[in-house]
């Protein structure tokens, strides 16, 4: 039942490389926060209050590296194309059950896979 994570809690965790925080009440992921874990492969975030204002471009500025992401199960109407500009190896990307009106390809230009 996780409702904040400090900026700091994965300071210490480098070489993190699955990170699940699924079934929580996270309402937004700091930047901050994922910088510190720049080897993640797998992030989990589904079943949480994520929205638009919470993920924008610097959310996943530092996970290059990042193969699947799951923000199924949350309340995100609109994601903008640059969120992914840095996921050259995201393989999965799971969005399902959020409450998108329209989804248009240029959302998804940035991902090469």
Excluded: C, G, W
């Excluded at 994601?79 to 992914?84: E, H, Q």
């Amino acid at each position: 039942n996780i409702s904040v994570l400090p900026d700091a809690v994965l300071d210490r965790t480098p070489v993190l490389q699955k990170l699940f925080l699924q079934n929580n009440f996270l309402s937004e992921v700091s930047p901050h926060l994922l910088n510190a874990v720049p080897n993640l492969l797998l992030l989990n975030l589904s079943f949480n209050h994520l929205s638009d204002e919470s993920i924008n471009t610097d959310t996943f500025q530092s996970q290059v590296k990042l193969v699947a992401l799951d923000l199924s199960h949350n309340s995100i109407k609109n994601i903008s194309s640059d969120v992914f500009s840095k996921m050259n190896q995201l393989q999965i990307l799971n969005l399902q059950h959020n409450h998108f009106s329209a989804v248009y390809d240029e959302q998804f230009s940035a991902l090469p896979n």
